[in-house]
Every structure is written in structure tokens, then in C-alpha cells.
């Protein structure tokens, strides 16, 4: 065995990115896999934004940029959080990163150390917990059950404080379970936050995706919480710009700061045609996101359905964003297909895998084992066949 650095060695394969190369290999294997793991939108990235690539190729933008990102998109982020969130950034406070992943990596990095603890509401994305873990600090995971709505409850939050607990991650509409936190619920939790002086990394990469309405930003609802806060975004979601890796933090400067002394030592500037694309993706007509957003909300209606009608499954809550479910299957544990026993989401995943060829997330690495992910960010005729697999699929499963 290589002796490996002790944090690297202690954590595991995303597991959303781990399933959705699984269902890519078997399809390059020519087998019709259904795709419910991945996290990332099936439409194409709007013309006009390709075309500001184009142009940016064209004109040989193809040097290094500012580590942080060009004035350009920087000026663009300052205008969309105005727009959008209605918080105001100087361009110092604000980074630009190889994805919303690097930049929640790189603030995540350069703010917590060891001995800290950060909580984590959970059900939470996988990924959440090892980026506190590889900055030295301790994740905190608060267990919020689908009977709250997967929401965090300001009581449970002042009882998981203590007095080392320096921040907490707060994602709205989450990944995995689409629940959205309403402005009275933010500004409950944001008394507690402020009491408490906690920092507070604001994940807003869903944040159009939303279906009973646009909820204020918490840092607009709190503002005394933006001097002590992060928000996270990325074009990923919104733009349909997976592949690109452009996303961005906005903070107080000195984070920022550090942040980017990070990013500078350990990957430079984010690709430089992106960063031209992006502004354009920020800057433009943002008409695309609505005709995304009602289709989105279309297969919501149809998964939800779907779902409830799979014996097993059990989905209390419709959820109000993002383009995920995250039913619970503990009926279904401890049932067998053929010599295999389900354990747990990632075994029943699995197994379903393999047998029936559809692809989702299990529940285990997003902190709660007895559920699964799935994500509609396919076509509806895709989830239609999906769940006719599924179905039947869990008729075949025997105690
Ligand atoms: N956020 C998406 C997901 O949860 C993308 C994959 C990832 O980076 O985790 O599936």
C-alpha cells in the first residue's frame, strides 16, 4: 500500500459524479441506460453564449487571465448579484474559479482550520463534507428528516452550536432534495446565525430554479450576515454550462483574497474562453431560463406522480426547487432481487443499475443511506420510460 496524505486518503469518489460515469461507461457499451444520477441540465448552452466564445477564440484570448478572474466578468457578477440578489459587491470581493465546486473548495479552504466546525444540514450534497474535511475542520452534519420538509430548524441549529463552531453551509433549493427555504424561515435561522457570529457559505446555484415563487436572498433578509458570508454560484445550472466550469464566490474581501492566494498557487485562472462566455451568459437576455424553468417544473408534476405510484417509495414532500427528488425506499430494505439484498440507496442504486439499467444517486454519501436520488434534468420521455423500468423493477423484489 502507497502511504497517501492522510485527508486525501480519508475521503471517497464523488459519488454524483461516480454515478454518472458508471451510466456513461455502460451506454459507450452501447446499453440503454436512463439518465435520473446526473446533476446537470440536459438543454444546450444558449446560442449567444457559444457565440461569445467563438468571438472570444477569434480574437486569440487564449493567454493566462487575472487568478481571480478578467475586470470583464467580474463587473458582470457585480451586476447579476445586483440584479438577481440585490446585494452589492466590490470587484475585490469577488472570485472567479474553475466551477462553483473550486470556489466553494478554495473559501472553504481558506477560512476554516483545524479544530473548527462547520454544519452541515443534511441531507447535503456529497461533496460539502470533504471540502470541510480536507481545510482541517470537522463537518458537522445536522440530520433534517423529510417529516420537516428536509429543512433545518432554528431550534436544532442553536443545539448543534458550539464553541467551536464557526460556520454552517446553507443551500436553497438544495441538492438533494429541491426544499426551498421561505424568507420567514431564513430569518428565523439568520437570528440565530448573527447571535451567534457564525460565517455562513450561501449555495445559490439553484437559484432560479425555483417553483412556488423567488425567495430574498438571506444576506438581503440579514444584512449584518454578509460581512460574515459567502454566496456561491455558478453558470452550471442556470446556463446549462456543466462542461464550461465557471462558477464564483462574493465575500468579504480579505477571504476573497486569501481564496485567490489559493487558487494562485494551486490551478491559476479559470479557462479563459469561459470567462469571455460568461459575461455574455450574465449579461445578455436572460429569456432562456424561463422556458427551462416551466419545463423543469412540467417533469416535476411527472416525477412527483411517478414516484408516489412505485410501491416503497415514499415522497411526503413536493419539493419547491431545483431538479432533484429524494424519496425515501425503507420499505424496500432488507428485499432481495434474485441473490442480492438491499442494504441501503447505494445498494438498491446499484442493483437497479445492472439489472434494469437506470441510473440514480444513492442516498448513503448525501448523509442519509435510506433514501435515493433522482434528478429530472432529463427528457420527459426518458423519465416516462425510467420509471416503467423502476416499476417494474420493484415488483420483482422479494423478502
Ligand atoms: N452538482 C451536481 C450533482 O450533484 C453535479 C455533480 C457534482 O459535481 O457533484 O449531481
Not at 457565440?51 to 472570444?56: D, I, N, S, T, V
Not at 460556520?167 to 426551498?180: D, F, R, Y
Amino acid at each position: 500500500m502507497i502511504k497517501l496524505n492522510r485527508r486525501i486518503a480519508a475521503i471517497k469518489h464523488s459519488a454524483t459524479l461516480a454515478a454518472d460515469a458508471r451510466a456513461s461507461e455502460m451506454r459507450a457499451a452501447g446499453i440503454n441506460v436512463m439518465p435520473l444520477a446526473a446533476g446537470e441540465p440536459d438543454f444546450d448552452t444558449p446560442e449567444r453564449i457559444k457565440e461569445a466564445a467563438r468571438r472570444a477564440l477569434a480574437e486569440g484570448r487564449t493567454h493566462y487571465t487575472p487568478v481571480a478572474g478578467i475586470p470583464e466578468l467580474k463587473a458582470a457578477i457585480r451586476f447579476k448579484l445586483k440584479r438577481d440578489n440585490g446585494l452589492d459587491y466590490q470587484l475585490n470581493e469577488i472570485l472567479v474559479s474553475a466551477g462553483g465546486k473550486q470556489a466553494e473548495a478554495n473559501v472553504i479552504n481558506a477560512l476554516f482550520d483545524e479544530g473548527d466546525e462547520v454544519i452541515i444540514p443534511t441531507p447535503a450534497w456529497v461533496s460539502f463534507f470533504a471540502m470541510v474535511s480536507l481545510s482541517g475542520a470537522s463537518p458537522i452534519p445536522v440530520r433534517c428528516p423529510e417529516e420537516q420538509g428536509f429543512l433545518l430548524d432554528p431550534d436544532q441549529l442553536q443545539r448543534a452550536i458550539t464553541p467551536r463552531t464557526r460556520g454552517i453551509i446553507l443551500v436553497s433549493p438544495a441538492n438533494p432534495t429541491g426544499a426551498v427555504y421561505s424568507a420567514a424561515h431564513l430569518s428565523e435561522l439568520a437570528k440565530v446565525l448573527v447571535e451567534n457570529d457564525l460565517w455562513v457559505m450561501s449555495d445559490d446555484v439553484y437559484e432560479h430554479i425555483v417553483y412556488d415563487g423567488a425567495v430574498p436572498h438571506l444576506f438581503k433578509i440579514e444584512p449584518r450576515l454578509k460581512q460574515r458570508g459567502v454566496v456561491f454560484n455558478s453558470l452550471s445550472k442556470a446556463y446549462a454550462m456543466t462542461g464550461w466550469r465557471l462558477g464564483f464566490a462574493a465575500g468579504p474581501s480579505e477571504v476573497i483574497a486569501a481564496a485567490a492566494r489559493l487558487q494562485s498557487q494551486n490551478s491559476g485562472n479559470p479557462n479563459s474562453i469561459t470567462q469571455f462566455a460568461a459575461v455574455e451568459a450574465l449579461t445578455g437576455p436572460q429569456d432562456e431560463l424561463a422556458r427551462m424553468v416551466d419545463e423543469f417544473r412540467a417533469r416535476r408534476e411527472l416525477v412527483v406522480d411517478r414516484v408516489r405510484r412505485v410501491p416503497g417509495f415514499h415522497l411526503p414532500h413536493k419539493p419547491s426547487g431545483a431538479f432533484y427528488v429524494f424519496p425515501s425506499i425503507r420499505a424496500l430494505l432488507g428485499t432481495r432481487f434474485a441473490d442480492k439484498r438491499i442494504n441501503d440507496g447505494d445498494t438498491f442504486a446499484d442493483i437497479l443499475l445492472n439489472e434494469a439499467h437506470v441510473a440514480l444517486v444513492g442516498g448513503n454519501d448525501f448523509g442519509a443511506p435510506e433514501h435515493v436520488r433522482i434528478s429530472y434534468a432529463t427528457s420527459r420521455e426518458n423519465l416516462n420510460e425510467a420509471f416503467d423500468r423502476l416499476e417494474r423493477f420493484v415488483a420483482r423484489l422479494v423478502r
